[in-house]
């Protein structure tokens, strides 16, 4: 930023003067020497941050894809793996749901650590050790193509699996390291709709890729195009994220963050934890918020298998049915979190969406057996609307719940939660399916959304990242600190945006 003067150079020394003032928490502002170190502390954000979110996107996009791409054909997936999976049919379904079940299972003991390294190393090394595994993963898939390797399929998700622990938690922490108070919530929603891309695609693609036949060579072959096509993506995706991918900006985007992003860095973890338990509202909606999210990974999982007890040999309109679910969920978190920028409602936006879901889930659920596969998109679009949109408003709420802890702890609790309420709801509705019908896994399912709904309902409103904003905001008016911008004649003031050349 350039000097314009001495009142500029007085302005800048203001500014610099009140920055310190508010990260030591003096009284009064004391000189500080104009120096590359203390300009630095100055907020910027930099046109990087798009890039860096880009990369994170189709990172997250890859991983997000092999999540999902074997159970939407998990009757090809029984009849080319037969040989190696358990005779029992009810066994032999419950293998193959563990291949999606397995990120879940994945997540829940390894979440800690994940986070740790994601507070104390940063994105950069969390998103080059998650790439690396994403890419093993896809590659060990390739050398499982044969009827008696279902066993080492199993092992190439799992390793896909454990490279997800360095994705879910990245979005809400990339957007806060990266971006202003302002783009904040729109950035986190990008960054789950990378994910949700991802889900897409997976739905999409595998029944066109691998279409049903009774031809082993036929499938093998089929298999070795999805497998080998996957693996080549997910490598350069890694090769672009050493070489690109940068841990955090030369200066942050505002001061409110990069205190809280500070905090993270050298807290006790544990002590943090612990705070967060303590943190009703925040047990709560993690409870919530789990029951929400884990019946989307339930539905998405068993989709195959739904959609086929009801419209036989319509392997390909199961996938549709998917990306239409994923699709309309993109435009309900986009729409989401431009809707939390603009209004900060974050407790009334997240039980609208919430009790909006479960209407949505009443109504899939029970037009399934009418016969019509066009009404079976319109409630399946309705349900994902509003139950893949509700993601980033959780994230984004449990921030404000439990600021200034790092989000990064906050979000990984939250998908911690999601896995183990995940892994309940496709248990338990497979054994429902088998026992009794779909409709009756469906209807408690919509019953566990319902308690959910309530429990949203009855948090207490805390926006504690609202209120520390407002208070440096009061910090800086009391010091009667000069702000400068950029502008010219009578046009309105612009707030450059300025690159590191180095």
Known sequence: ?????????????????????????????????????????????????????????????????????????????????????????????????????????????????????????????????????????????????????????????????????????????????????????????????????????????????????????????????????????????????????????????????????????????????????????FVVLTVAYGINTGSFYGISTLLNAIILSYFEDEEQNAGRIGLTIVLCGIVGSVLAGIWLDKTKTFKETTTGIYLLSIVGAVAFTFTLDLDRIWIVFLTAGSLGFFMTGYLPVGFEFAAELTFPESEGTSSGLLNASAQIFGIIFTLGMRAFMEEFTVQSANITMCAALLVGGIMTALIKAEYRRQEAGKEIAQKILQADVVVIVTGTNHQEPQINETENSA
């Open 1 to 281: 930023m350039g000097h314009s003067g001495s009142k500029g150079d007085k302005a800048e020394e203001n500014a610099e003067n009140n920055l310190r003032l508010l990260s030591e928490g003096d009284a009064k502002a004391s000189p500080v020497p104009d120096s590359p170190q203390q300009e630095a502390v100055t907020p910027h954000v930099y046109w990087r941050r798009w890039l860096m979110l880009a990369l994170f996107c189709a990172y997250s996009f890859s991983n997000a894809f092999q999540w999902i791409h074997l159970n939407i054909i998990a009757n090809v997936i029984g009849k080319f793996y037969n040989e190696s999976l358990p005779q029992s049919d009810y066994q032999r379904n419950t293998a193959i749901d563990w291949l999606s079940m397995v990120y879940m299972l994945a997540y829940i003991p390894l979440i800690f650590t994940a986070t740790w390294l994601l507070d104390k190393r940063g994105l950069r090394l969390c998103c080059i050790v998650g790439a690396a595994l994403n890419a093993a993963g896809a590659w060990l898939k390739c050398a499982s193509i044969s009827p008696d390797r279902f066993g080492l399929l199993m092992f190439a998700q799992t390793v896909c699996a454990v490279a997800q622990l360095f994705v879910l938690g990245i979005p809400a922490r990339l957007a806060a390291v990266w971006f202003g108070p302002n783009e904040v919530s729109t950035a986190t929603s990008i960054g789950v709709f990378g994910n949700q891309v991802g889900v897409a695609v997976g739905f999409l693609l595998p029944p066109i890729l691998v279409p049903n036949s009774d031809e082993l060579d036929i499938l093998s072959r089929d298999f070795q195009v999805m497998f080998y096509g996957g693996a080549a993506v997910t490598t350069v995706l890694l090769i672009l994220i050493v070489l690109l991918f940068r841990d955090k900006p030369p200066q942050p985007p505002s001061r409110a963050q990069q205190l809280a992003v500070e905090a993270a860095t050298h807290e006790n973890y544990l002590q943090s934890l612990l705070r967060l338990v303590k943190n009703k509202g």
